[in-house]
Each structure stands twice: as C-alpha cells, then as structure tokens.
C-alpha cells in the first residue's frame, strides 16, 4: 500500500509550511511530526504542505508547536474559505510575498556581485585598490542576500541536524571569512595586489588570495535558481487554481419570487437561482424551468455545448450559452463537483510516489556525507602537502556543488505539472502512486455499457415498408412515442426529431398495457410497439421486415413496430449505440502495448457485436454485477497487471480491485470513488489520455532524478579533485535544479490523442 497521504482514521489538518528549503527539511518535519503519538503526516517540499492524520480531539496547534521546534513556520487553515476552495489554496499571497522577496534579494545580489566577479575574472580590472572595493561590494551579498541561508542553517545547527542550506552557509561564509583573513591579516591587502581567474586550482599562498568572487557569485547563483525554482512551482501548480478560480462569484437567486443578488457563499442547498445566457452556473444543481445549452468545455474538455431543460443536472462554474435556466441548488461549497476535483488534484500534488520517498530518504543522508567528504578532502589536500588555499578551495567547492536541490525537485514538480495538465483535460489522478500502476499495466478490462457505449437508448435504424416514405414513418411514429415517458418511446421521439424536425402533436394518445400506444397523428390512426399490437388490427410486416427484425433482435436491440391507416408501415430499431470515440480508443489502447477485455452482463451474442465493432477480441459476457470484481481477480491470477474502466455503482468493486482503476465521470459518486483516476469527460480516448499521461509523467520523475543522481555523483569528485572552482560549481548546482524544474514544465504541451 501507499503512504502517500495520511491513514484514514481520524480527523485530517493540513498546515502550511514555512522555511523549507530542500527535500531534506520536508524529511525532517515529517519525521518529528510522525514522532508524535498517534500522529501520521507527510510533508511535501513543492507544495509546502503537511497532510496531517490527528486522533479525535487533538489540538492542531500542537502540530505547529512542533514544526516551530523543528525551525520553521506552520500555519493551520483559514476559518473561513471559498466554498470551492480546498485548504490551503488561499496562501498565494504569502507565496507571492515570498517571491517577492527572494527577486529583491537576487536583484541586489546581481547588481552588487558582478562587478566583483568582473574585477576577480579580468586582471585588467584589478586597479591598486580593487580588493576593498569587492570587499565592500561582496559584504552586502554574504551578510544581506544570504541571510535566509545562514538563518536555515543556524536553526539546523541548533537541532543537530544538517539540510542543503547548511552546506550552502558553511560554503559561502567559509570564502568570505577566509577573504578577511587574508585581507586583514595576510598580504591580499597590499595595494597594486592582484591574482588571475583559473578553472583549476594550483598551489599558492593562501594568505595571498581572496575568494570574495566565490562567496558572493555562490550566493547570486543560488538565489537565481531558487528564485527561478520558486517562480516555476508557482506556475506548475497554475492549474489547481486556475480550477478553483473558474467559479461563479454572485448569484441571482429566487426569494419569494424576486431575483436577488448574493456571493456565491451565502447560497444554500434548495435555492433557485436564474442563470441568463453568457452566465456562469454558480453551483451544482437540478434545472427547474427553462431550456438552454451548457458549455461545460472548461471541466470536461468537451467543446461541444450539452443541451438542458427542465429535470436536467447542471454543473457548477459551466457556461449557460443558450437560454434563461431557474436552478435549484443540490450541492454547494466543499460538496460540488468543481471543489471535488480541485481536492483530487491537489491530493494528488500532495503525495508521494514510491520513487520519491526513496529520494527523500537518500537526501536526508546525503548532507552529512557531504560535510564528511568536504573534511576528508581538505585534510586529504593538506596531508599531501598542497597549501592551505588549494585544500580549502577544493572542500568549498564540494561543499557547493552537492547541494541536493536538484534532488528534492525531480518527483514534486512533475508530479505539480502532470496532474495540473491533467486537470485542465478532464483526467483527475488521485495520487502519485498511480503512476507507477500505469507503467505495469498489460491488460484493460472495459465495461460495456456506459463506457464504450452511450449508456442510454438511441434510434440506431429506421426500415420503411416499400412505398412507405422513411420521413413520415419517423415524423408519425415519433409524435406518438413523445407522448410516453417510456425510454425506448423517448429514444424514438429524439431521433424522430433530429431527423425529421418538430412533430405533430398526438390526439387521442392511449398507452395499451405491456404492448405499446396508439393514437391519431395529422389524421391517421398510428399504432407503436410491438408486432403483436399491430397484429391484433390485422397490420402484418412483410416477409423481409420480419427478417431484419429477427436479426436486429439477434444483435441484442430492440425492435418497434408501426403501422396507420390499416397497414404496417415499418420497424424502428433502438440499441445502446456504441460511442463515436470507442474504436479509435481501443486501437491507441492496443498501440500502448495493452490487450483490451470487454466486460459485460449482457448476453453473448450482443457482446460479440460490440466488440466487433470496437476492435476488442477477448470478450466476458452475461456476467452478473457481483461477480465482475472476480473477473478481475482471475485475470490478475493469471498474471496480468489490470487496469479497469467503468463508470457504475455496480463497477465500483471491480474499479478497486484492479491494480489501477478508472471511473467516467459521466458516472456515478460510488465509482469515482473507487477508482484512482477519474475521467471528466464520457470519452473512452480520456483513459487512453490518462495511461499515456501517467506514463509520462514518471518518465519524467525518472529522468529528473537520474539527472540529479548522476549530476552529485560525477560533480562531487570533480570538485575533491580540485578540478573545479567553487564559484563555477554554484551556478552549475542552481542550473541542475533549473534544468529538472524546466524538464519537469514539458509536460505543459502534452497534448490529447483527439487533438492528433
């Protein structure tokens, strides 16, 4: 099982965390929160959030005394937020302060530290005096610009531990220091001094030399990564709240009969509210009069708008682009679709894949290693005999360039860009060990109704009489059947009127029990319903209608018959349409290496006829609801990895015993959540979206961390080899991090197989 979010079992408190600098501060707050008694947190370092389990009762404000301990910041929810709005969303403004600040800082820094770069690389820069000059120019950087450094780094030191700010101080403070003593203390100060820039390090007189270029150039470049890092989490996680934004902020509601303007907030679950074209809905809700076109395109993805009327469901924050809609509000604030998925894909951020917290584990030792070989290399430098410049030079530069941002990086901000870009088409994925479920998959197991097909009754074909105009037959049999509320009769009435515009209305309507209706329609006797009704007034098909009927019936569809003015004039054939999108799905689900199943309780014969026309091959029919879990479990008894697609109540245990399982969000609340991915949009190609989606993402976690592995392993030995300088080692640590931060941004442009 996962550990990605805390156990269910008590109460959930999500703090915001201040302070953190690496993946190595999340791991130590998590590790004295999880310390508490009957307390389970995880920490995440991108988003700079704790997802705390408490035992009943518990005071939060433990949980912050504890994280201050630790030496950093905590902040529990605010009491009142958005209604839409999970915990948490609302601390944009304090990451906007921060931001702001850390540009301050990278802009004094660079104003002030590439003139003393400039002198330090140019000998023809070096005038009598230029060594105070770069130290009066470098001071404000060490001291002011890397003050939070130092901070972070006083507080580790003070709890005994070490994080990536420490070797940042310890590295930044030994150059500056080392400056002064030679300055003050050694011949540096000597007017007309001067020392060329080299890539490797000889041995010199130490007290002849200063590293004020190091101090101040390590500092610059690391704020500039850390501020480009912080910049680019922000835009990363742009998707949760470009979803939380897309709300309604008023509403008109309906009180006592007069529209009344109101926030968003005050509205409760029974209002009716008015939504006129161009509105936003503003919350969930059943449509209580008028008929419109609902543009949903934002949440599910889908361009084309869905028409409403009277008893339809809307969805909160879509587009009424039609008509004037009165609404009754079934859910509101937390319960609404909009704040569920925004819970999803903030959920989903919040985690941790099982490729993470191994990188979590690997930088919480990695800083001490560090420190050790930083010593090792400078006693090793000054045992063979180079001066005290060289060791000291080179165990800076260790110090530096091991710095493991990069590290902490490579699985949250994928991670925040995957499941953002996911969002914004419609694929909600639960948490991030749903990706490493992807990467396994070999078989796809999909229900049949609902899934690939529409789930609802449509007229599919319609077979005249000869010398029975195919027009008339829908216009007549349609205006009959719009009279019943019987599903088959509605599916006809809807296609009648597709196809043959408005209908008459019917006269004399009669529903005739278990057999069908009959009426007058512009003059004509009409009889709908099956071949028996219509025998009974001595209307019989011809020889080849009574064939293709026995064949439709044969395919699993339902067969109408309907006859006027004494004779049989036709039969209308209704099925559950298979969906436009299936086979193209199922042929990218085949060119993902996956083998597709149909899974349905329907019988054989229909089964095959659908997964003939989908391109499935391996079909399980007449299966009771109750048992499809077990069909999954044998499947995965014979060794295959299953991924099961479904969007019923009768789907959800089979969506939780798949190894990944995902609902259509077209479906129901107990399927969703069950599953681990769900679909916005009724589209079978989104699961094949979601597959390719997820895969990508951990590919890019997999090259993140590679890059940050291989980057530590070869620079760190580069660097006891006095090979590098440490100014250089700076800015090659700020861009690693940049690099896998930018990699990481990529997956902005994945794009859906439909765009293809």
Known sequence: ????????????????????????????????????????????????????????????????????????????????????????????????????????????????????????????????????????????????????????????????????????????????????????????????????????????????????????????????????????????????????????KEVAVLRGGVETKIPVDDLQTGDEFVVRPGEKIATDGVVVSGTSAVDASMLTGESVPVEVAEGDTVTGATVN?????????TRIGADTQLAQMAR?????????????????????????????????????????????????????????????????????????????????????????????????????????????????????????????????????????????????????????????GTLPTPEDFTNVEGLGVQGVVDGHGVLVGRQALLAEWSQHLSDDLVRAKARAEGEGKTVVAAGWDGRARGILVVADAVKPTSARAVAELKELGLRPVLLTGDNETVARQIAAEVGIDEVVAEVMPRDKSDVVRRLQAEGRVVAMVGDGVNDAPALAQADLGLAMGTGTDVAIEASDITLVRGDLRSAVDAIRLSRRTLSTIRTNLFWAFAYNTAAIPVAALGMLNPMLAGAAMAFSSVFVVGNSLRLRGFRSVAAR
Request: proline letters at 6%; charged letters at 15%.
């Open 321 to 329: 682009a039609g008509g004037r809609l009165v609404v009754r509000a």
């Open 344 to 500: 999803l894909v903030e959920d989903a951020q919040t985690g941790k894949a099982e490729v993470q917290r191994l990188a979590d584990r690997v930088s919480g030792i990695f800083v001490p290693i560090v420190i050790a070989v930083a010593v090792v290399t400078l006693g090793a430098w000054l045992g063979a005999g180079f001066s005290v410049t060289a060791a000291f030079t080179a165990a800076v530069a260790v110090l530096v360039i091991a710095c493991p941002c990069a590290l902490g990086l490579a699985t949250p901000t994928a991670l925040l860009v995957g499941t953002g870009r996911g969002a914004q088409m419609g694929i909600l994925i639960k948490g991030p060990e749903v990706l490493e479920s992807t990467r396994k998959v070999d078989t796809v197991v999909l229900d049949k109704t609902g899934t690939v097909t529409t789930g609802r009754m449509t007229l599919v074909d319609v077979i005249p009489e000869p010398g029975t105009d195919r027009a008339e037959l829908l216009r007549l049999a349609g205006a009959l059947e719009d009279a019943s509320e019987h599903p088959i009769a509605q599916a006809i009435a809807k296609g009648a009127t597709q196809e043959a």
């Open 1 to 248: 099982m996962s550990t990605s979010a805390p156990p269910a079992g008590g109460p959930h408190v999500e703090l915001s965390i201040g302070g953190m600098t690496c993946a190595s501060c999340a791991m130590r707050i998590e590790k004295k929160l999880n310390k508490l008694e009957g307390v389970a947190a995880t920490v995440n370092y991108a988003t700079e959030k704790a997802k705390v389990t408490v035992p009943e009762g518990y005071d939060p404000a433990l949980l912050v005394a504890e994280v201050e301990k630790t030496g950093y910041t905590a902040a529990l929810p605010r009491p009142k937020q958005a209604p839409a709005e999970p915990a948490g969303a609302g601390d944009d403004r304090e990451a906007d302060d921060e931001l702001v600040s850390l540009r301050r800082r990278l802009v004094g820094s660079v104003v002030l530290t590439v003139p003393v770069i400039a002198m330090a690389m140019v000998p023809a820069l070096q005038f009598t005096y230029w060594q105070w000059l770069s130290l009066a120019l470098a001071a404000p950087v060490v001291v002011w610009a890397a003050w939070p450094f130092h901070r972070a780094a006083w507080a580790n030191l003070r709890h005994g531990t070490a994080t990536m700010d420490t070797l940042i101080s310890m590295g930044t403070s030994a150059a500056f220091l080392w400056s002064l003593y030679a300055l003050f203390l050694g011949t540096a100060g000597t007017p007309g001094m001067t020392h060329p820039f080299e890539l490797t390090i000889a041995p010199s007189d130490g007290a002849a030399n200063i590293y004020l270029e190091v101090a101040a150039g390590v500092t610059m470049f690391i704020l500039a990564g850390r501020y480009f890092e912080k910049r680019s989490k922000r835009q990363a996680g742009a998707a949760l709240r470009a979803l939380l934004e897309l709300g309604a």
